[in-house]
């Protein structure tokens, strides 16, 4: 009886003082984190915040942008964390782990190995790599510099406006689309793509005399598939969604990727280039294959529907 007693009061106090040490970790973690760079910013000088959250649920995530106000941000990646032990928090990346490394107010990012070391230039253009030794800062961080977007562009026509804003962090972007002038509904569209934003464009594409505005994307990586979103104005009222018929066999063969979509006139075009395998490789055919698409009244919306295919 007595051995009964004492056991589940031992066991009660270590899981207090777990819970206690995973709460003390965690907020060992949460600040904001900066290069070098931050101190002279208001010099030109690009730097790099990491933001590590925390939500109600307790999870830890990490929010990294670089210096936006002047360029496209040269680095930009949102990421959930794991801790891993009492100065580590890990996460990972196409079969990559990521190590987050706290000591003191010094943070480390690095991988845990050569080629998850070369995975953390993926989220920054020009060079330019994660693996870094960033500071922490008691201040509040100068946001001035730091866009909540990465592109903003507002598109006309016909008395309507779309405001479109996309927020690249990688391996995924933010979409934001807003109308104004609809007489009903003006409400925001927001989608989660994955890839990077291309552009924007807008046209009368079934001459209903309402605009229709796309958006187009692509996937990371070396094949960089193109998609795209679409909106349509229904007789200046409000707008839906344009359904996009996924490649059929037939029009998909040959294609690793590298494709673009562009407005002519009342019709969408998609080219890509073809390739054919050679052995175990693909060898470019030196043919571009280009499909032509046409907008209609479908079931429950309007829809792009293949009109003509033709290579050259």
């Keep these: 009886m007595g051995c009964s007693n004492s056991t589940p009061t031992s066991n009660k106090s270590e899981e207090g003082g777990i819970e206690n040490t995973i709460e003390q970790t965690s907020e060992n973690f949460i600040g904001d984190f900066v290069t070098e760079e931050y101190k002279n910013r208001e010099d030109g000088y690009d730097w790099t915040v990491v933001r590590i959250l925390q939500n109600e649920l307790g999870e830890l995530s990490a929010e990294i942008s670089s210096r936006s106000d002047l360029k496209r941000p040269s680095c930009r990646w949102a990421t959930q964390l794991d801790p891993l032990d009492e100065q580590t928090l890990v996460t990972s990346f196409m079969d990559e782990t990521i190590l987050f490394k706290i000591k003191g107010d010094s943070l480390w990012i690095e ?22 030794i960033y500071t922490r800062i008691y201040e509040p961080l100068d946001e001035s510099q730091i866009k909540n977007f990465t592109f903003d562009q507002t598109l006309s026509l016909q008395g309507i406006d779309f405001e479109i804003k996309a927020t690249e962090q990688n391996p995924y972007t933010i979409l934001e689309i807003t109308p104004r002038g609809l007489e009903i509904d003006n ?18 594409l079934n001459s209903d005399g309402w605009p229709e505005v796309l958006v187009y994307f692509n996937t990371y990586g070396l094949e960089m598939k193109a998609s795209l979103i679409g909106y349509s104005v229904n007789n200046g009222k409000s707008m839906s969604r344009i359904s996009m018929p996924e490649l059929t066999e037939e029009q998909k063969e040959g294609f ?57």
Aim: negative net charge; glycine residues 10%.
């Design 256 to 312: 690793r990727g590298m494709d673009e979509f562009a407005i002519v006139e009342t019709s969408l075009i998609r080219r890509f280039p073809t390739y054919q395998l050679d052995g175990e490789n693909w060898a470019p055919t030196g043919k571009t294959r280009q499909i032509q698409y046409k907008l209609r009244n479908g079931e429950a919306s309007r829809e792009f529907y293949v009109v003509n295919v033709s290579e050259y």
């Design 111 to 132: 991988g845990d190995s050569p080629e998850a070391d070369e995975m953390l230039h993926f989220f920054c253009n020009g060079g330019a790599s994660l693996k870094n």
């Design 187 to 204: 409400s925001k569209v927001k989608h989660q793509i994955d890839g990077g934003y291309i552009k924007s464009e807008i046209e009368d």
